[in-house]
């Protein structure tokens, strides 16, 4: 047996040797593709816990170092100097831009920021209390009704034009959301502006006055974008991979991926962080709530605490509570009891054999919400803010998959525990 492969054995004797596959880091793999038709098995993996789906040179975390790399450049290198833009430059094509490269790719984004103008009819479809990320899911999926001269996927240019105006359109449809939530005009993307400072405008101006642009949001924003941009085969980005499997065109991929973040065990996390922080209300109340997460007999759980792959804190929930104080400090209506009784409730579950014992820790929705609060940002957007940053980590994801030649439709298999075979008993005789 060489040194590459891993020998399986039935109960019965039959053996199958299985190939070891190593990255260029992470654990080794096996691979089992031949396993059914060698040794007439599947394997079972709920959750996916142990299983690798792809194999990907987009991003590595290592869950027990709380190490998070894009490219190969770690997250905490990226967010102190990197934009978004030069960040989702990387993700897509897997180094950084030069200058020329950078202005080229700013000026592609930039025209294509705009939405069709029949789009707003769709959006005056939705009551006006409709949640941002249900007009999200149904507006992007829509977007293919229009673009018909880019849905061929087996054309690279048309991937990677659908991937650019995926980019592009997301926070202007984003904003769009919110001001059909709050009853006020679109305000159109302004081609002076940078992705960041265009999103704001577009979320807090008016017809009647100029937004004046707050430095310190800006910055938090391209970096909380930065942080969301990828994070490896997690659930919405899975979804975008296994829909793409099937050859269907990139905008419904992409309102699959926007669908499954938006549960409260993915991306939705950030929204029902503040909603229980507000829940909880006093640091006196603290001890309540985690005696609940603890309590198997009660559904609630932490919200933005524990992590399939973080064993270790996240790197992107310590580089959030850091900004935190910046932010705060800069906002008048600042939200420091929040942040302060966030600060309380983290350090005392960390104190807490349950949270040590299973190694749960703030993740990345666990501050980010309290900041988005901070930027005038509604809770009801805080998943829509996770969504426009996700896009570009979805689209390199779905670009990945169609460029490679082992690509084929995802199908799994299950353990089938229903009814043995049997037959059909005629109504009268039941
Ligand atoms: C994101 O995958 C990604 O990369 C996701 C993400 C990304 O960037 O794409 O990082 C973004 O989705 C972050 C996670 C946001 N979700 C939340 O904050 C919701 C609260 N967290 C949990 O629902 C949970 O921790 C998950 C969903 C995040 C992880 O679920 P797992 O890996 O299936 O873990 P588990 O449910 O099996 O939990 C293991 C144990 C269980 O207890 P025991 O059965 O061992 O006794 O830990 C307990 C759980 O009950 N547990 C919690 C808890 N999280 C796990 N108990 C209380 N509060 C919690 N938050």
Redo the contacts with the bound molecule.
Sequence with gaps: MSDNTMKLTSAEGHSVELNLRKGTVGPEVVDISSLYREMGVFTYDP?F?STASCQSAITY?DGGKGELWYRGYPIEQLAERASYLEVAYLLLYGDLPHAPQLAEFQRIIRYHTMINETLKNFFNGFHYDAHPMAVMVGVVGSLSAFYHDSLDIHDPRHREISAHRMIAKMPTIAAASYKHNVGEPFIYPRNDLDYCANFLNMMFATPCEEYTQDPVAVKAVNLLFIL?AD??Q????STVRLAGSSQANPFACIASGIAS?WG????G?NE??LDMLQEIGDVSNIDKYIAR??D?QDPF??????????KNH?P?ATIIRKICHEVLNNMADNDSPLFELALRLEEMALQDE??IE?K?YP????YSGIIYRALGIPNSMFTVMFAIA?TVGWVAHWMEMMDDPQQRIGRPRQVYTGADRRDYIPLEHR
């Design positions: 959750g816990v975390i969301h994070h490896e997690n659930a919405s980005t973040l409260p065990a993915h991306g996390a029902a962080v997460a603890k198997k759980r932490l919200m933005g605490f524990g992590h399939r792959v973080y996240d992107r349950y949270f299973r749960l993740n990345v929705d666990f996700r």
